[in-house]
DNA sequence: GTCGATAGTTGACTACATCAAGGTTTGAGG
DNA sequence: CCTCAAACCTTGATGTAGTCAACTATCGAC
């Protein structure tokens, strides 16, 4: 009940408007990942910004959740409460602290990440050509840089 | 930086892989969006639930926000506070009570879905015919339902 | 008319966003 | 060198949001 077309739309922007449905289905997907994983929202999402054998340091992980420096110290706090990440100095810049994915960490996260990559009905149930044929137009989309 | 292709993906699954990242640039704007207008995010999606006219009972905006009915009191006292929204009896069944945008809050309704509308820059650059394409897709994925 | 279910509120608790301030470290310029 | 602005992280204060349990009022069905 989101599209309403008060005004005719042009393609981009009705395509748009459908893609922005799907935004809202996905925000509770990723919601109820969270919850079932006993992970508040910011949490989850920090794991899944972050690489299993690579370190982050704090403010590149800030940035990727559009967050303060502050938050990060919170939530980085909060997972290696529950050993899911470690902080690690970080030799060559003092300044600065990695963050680093634990086993159980990594287990987390793949486990978060599984449920987002599961594609949504909507698309699931595209022929195939359809697929390919977003698959390519959003790959132009991206690419064209 | 977020494609990563370990193992061969399916058209569905990478085009959702590429879907997931646009939908994390629009995080983005819907967080600025709300600032600009010195709105909470739940506060700029409540409102933009919302339709001019019409009024909503308080657990419909619960629902739309995938969140408690509880939660929904405060967000709507905050908005009631400032003008944006009214609170308002239904005499058909008084458990229920009704949320409706004032004018003050029609504008700022407004100005919050214009920015949320905006195309993106990856999707305005395609081509016409691939943003007809896009839309075509995308209409059949959400309407054979 | 009783009783289970629903709508909204309240209160307690945790987490998170934002901002200002402070400590440490770095890098660049005098 | 040495200073100094800037970067990184942390802390504390404040407001907001999410979750859960309890409570009131109302509805609907039996």
Redesign the pocket.
């Known amino acids: 009940m989101t599209t309403v077309a008060q005004t005719q739309l042009s393609p981009a922007e009705e395509a748009w408007d459908i893609l922005r449905q799907l935004l809202g289905a996905e925000r509770r997907r990723f ?1 109820a990942a ?2 079932e994983l006993d ?8 794991l899944m910004k972050m690489e299993p054998g690579t370190a982050m ?6 940035m990727m ?14 997972l290696e ?1 529950r050993g899911l990440v470690t ?1 690690r100095p ?10 680093v994915l634990t086993p159980a960490g990594t287990d987390v996260r793949t486990r978060v990440r599984g449920h987002m990559a599961k594609v949504p009905e909507a698309i699931g149930r595209l022929s195939l050509t359809d697929q390919r044929l977003l698959r390519d137009v959003l790959r132009r989309a991206v690419e064209s840089g």
Chains 1, 2 share one sequence.
């Open positions: 919601l969270a919850a992970l508040h929202p910011a949490q989850a999402g920090a340091p704090m403010h590149e992980l800030a959740l559009s967050c303060d420096n502050s938050n990060v110290t919170g939530i980085v706090d909060r409460a902080r970080y030799a060559q810049d003092r300044r600065v602290k990695h963050v």
